[in-house]
């Protein structure tokens, strides 16, 4: 590894919004470690960087981050090759849309091992190195439908709401010890991407071209990347999200929050 050279992992960074974020990354001169589970997307990521920005340095990594012990591979693989990661975008993700009695138990275990198990392993390993170096930005990419129960997708917005509280409670503890590492909380919207056909949500309107709501990931990806380099607690592209974010959520604004947190912390030592 060249000495000073910065890492950015992406999970998920082969299409839709991570694919965008790595896009980004790699124009501020990030080298790349794109981790996806389908190898047709890492071929595509692979064809466009190498046309685009083939000066980039990027690994591409096959690997399913839902099966049990993955976060740990990947974390040794990590440190084993010595990759110095500046930057984590704990993005891989798919939903699941339909009568929750009807859904196949493995695929949603393997689901909810990804949105909560290994997002919780990988920013818990990565965190405490960030930490040991007082440096280092972490990305985790919830959902609107981690605001409130989803009926028909009742596991995914649980999933997505432990993303939100985890993340944000952490930010707090790293500002209260004065460390330079800062984690931001996407919450997108309704995203063009291959999502809605993965979560079998085809015939949704959610997301066609006439919904204000929805979004290209282009644009979903430079606001988090916006918000993640100006160290915000959370963020949700779009004007309308952010007008509901501070409808809907009462504690949307990150002082309420620091409010709330502190009263929590009474009669601790």
């Known amino acids: 590894m060249e000495q000073n050279e910065k890492y950015a992992l992406v999970t998920g960074g082969s299409s839709g919004i991570g694919m965008e974020l790595s896009k980004l990354l790699a124009k501020d001169g990030y080298s790349l470690i794109i981790v996806a589970k389908p190898q047709d997307e890492l071929d595509r990521a692979k064809a ?4 685009n920005m083939p000066e980039t340095k990027i690994i591409y990594r096959k690997q399913d981050l839902g099966v049990q012990d993955a976060a740990k591979e990947l974390y040794d693989f990590t440190s084993q090759n010595g990759y110095d990661i500046e930057i984590l975008c704990n993005n891989a993700g798919y939903g699941a849309f339909g009568w929750y009695h009807e859904f196949e138990i493995e695929r949603d275990l393997n689901m909810i091992n990804l949105l909560v198990v290994t997002n919780y392993l990988l920013t818990r390993y990565y965190l405490k190195d960030m930490v040991a170096k007082n440096r280092g930005k972490i990305l985790l ?12 997708s009742a596991a995914y917005s649980a999933a997505k709401a432990f993303v939100i509280y985890y993340g944000i409670a952490i930010n707090e503890e790293l500002k209260d010890l004065g460390i330079d590492v800062n984690i931001t909380v996407l919450l997108p919207p309704p995203t063009r991407t291959g999502f809605q056909h993965e979560a079998r949500m085809d015939d949704l309107k959610t997301f066609d071209k006439d919904n204000k709501l929805a979004h290209d990931p282009d644009f979903v990806a430079k606001e988090a990347y916006e918000a993640l380099n100006k160290k915000k607690m959370w963020v949700m592209p779009g004007r309308l999200g952010r007008t509901m974010l501070k409808l809907f959520v009462s504690s949307a604004r990150s002082r309420p929050i620091r409010r709330y947190m502190k009263l929590t912390k009474w009669g601790t030592k």
């Open 48 to 51: 466009w960087f190498d046309k």
């Open 141 to 152: 990419t919830s959902s609107q439908g981690g605001l409130g129960p989803t009926p028909k």
